[in-house]
């Protein structure tokens, strides 16, 4: 095992120093992404090496938080939250692709159809995402209660 030479406040500050790089990589990521998409319009290879770091933040926590029956702390695992976050991750995908179809076609109906598939496929997706989560997630949990009753 490898010294730890903090003591159990500087410990604490630690982890929240943690905690608050993670938000400013994860945030300011994704803020890139959104810029970059809306400044080159739609060039994915400009972006790649953001999007990769990214997702592998995202995939690593979300394994890392269902291995150890962690969802969130001030949100449940229910259809509606899941409900709700599929429609403003539609929503906000939805307008980013409304503005770069406009911005690089002038197309105004075409750009709302545009946004309007992209809003729909976005909620679908992230929809069954969230739902398959939660089931994986409360499974998990359930399993960890029963091993710590055992």
């Known amino acids: 095992m490898k010294k730890n030479n903090l003591d159990e406040a500087q410990e604490q500050k630690m982890l929240q120093i943690e905690h608050n790089a993670y938000g400013i990589a994860f ?6 992404i959104v810029i970059q998409q809306l400044l080159d319009g739609g060039n994915d ?4 090496g953001e999007i990769v770091v ?8 979300l394994i890392a938080c269902l291995k150890n029956g962690i ?10 939250v899941n409900l709700i976050a599929s429609l403003c991750s539609g929503l906000c995908v939805g307008v980013l ?17 545009t946004a309007v598939c992209m809003l729909l496929s ?3 997706l992230t929809l069954a995402a969230l739902s398959i989560t939660t089931s994986i997630f ?3 949990q359930k399993r960890l209660e029963a091993e710590m009753e055992e």
């Open 122 to 124: 976005t909620f679908a």
């Open 138 to 140: 409360k499974k998990r």
């Open 27 to 32: 945030w300011g990521l994704l803020a890139a």
């Open 97 to 113: 692709w409304g503005i770069i179809s406009y911005r690089n076609y002038h197309n105004p109906l075409g750009s709302l159809l």
């Open 71 to 80: 969802w969130d702390r001030r949100l449940r695992p229910s259809g509606r």
């Open 54 to 61: 990214f997702l592998t933040m995202c995939f690593y926590v």
């Open 45 to 48: 290879r400009s972006i790649l």
